[in-house]
Antibody
């Protein structure tokens, strides 16, 4: 069965960076993209970017393109999302999700990132 | 921009729910999806390509629409259906994946 398992909660200070991982299993990693979506408390879902599991091509939302980097480790079938220059507004749950022409069909459990001085 | 309405919908189990999603630009039918999210959980894909149910989704959930107006219908509400529902639009060049602001479906 397809599973996406994310790393644990993080507490960071403003200006720091955070790196979250997403371990994929149960399918052929190269066949799908992995997307990152975040959700601030009480807010809507917000797409951040994606990476191809096959060739590593990335695409980022314009809102985050200067602060986010998504990478993959094909041997570990793991995707990482690095968000820099953190501010309080980045406090949110961050999700990875498997993408395809059917939408985001499998999601990780979410990683809570808290940014506070 | 995706606009969902109503913001909150109060209904009773057994009733029919109709949720709306309006886009600011014409959407290619392949690129409209609906998700369900319960408190403390990740979203779950319900509908893709406007009207196709995702794997394991009960047939009381259906999607319809075209152009700029789309609808998610739940024919007979079950207690587990009370949640927040989001529509999502994909850009044709796969560079944008916009979500609506959500409709909260609550028990009346």
């Amino acid at each position: 069965q397809v599973q996406l398992v994310q790393s644990g909660a993080e507490v960071k200070k403003p200006g720091a960076s955070v790196k979250i991982s997403c371990k994929a299993s149960g399918y052929t990693f190269s066949r799908n993209a992995i997307h990152w979506v975040r959700q601030a408390p009480g807010q809507r879902l917000e797409w951040m970017g994606w990476i191809s599991g096959g060739n590593g091509f990335t695409m980022y939302s314009r809102k985050f393109e200067d602060r986010v980097t998504i990478t993959r480790d094909t041997s570990a079938t793991t995707v990482h999302m690095d968000l820099s220059s953190l501010r309080s507004e980045d406090t949110a749950a961050y999700y990875c999700a498997r993408g395809g022409d059917r939408g985001f069909d499998y999601w990780g459990q979410g990683t809570l990132v808290s940014v506070s001085s | 921009v995706l606009t969902q309405s109503p913001g909150t919908l109060s209904l009773s189990p057994g009733e029919r729910a109709t949720l709306s999603c309006r886009t600011s630009q014409t959407v290619y039918s392949t690129y409209l999806a609906w998700y369900q999210q319960k408190p403390g959980q990740a979203p779950r894909l319900l509908i893709y390509g406007v009207s196709n149910r995702a794997s394991g989704i009960p047939d009381r959930f259906s999607g319809s629409g075209s152009g700029t107006d789309f609808t998610l219908t739940i024919s007979r509400l079950e207690p587990e259906d009370f949640a927040v529902y989001y529509c999502q639009q994909f850009g044709s060049s796969l560079d944008t994946y916009t979500f609506g602001q959500g409709t909260k479906l609550e028990i009346k």
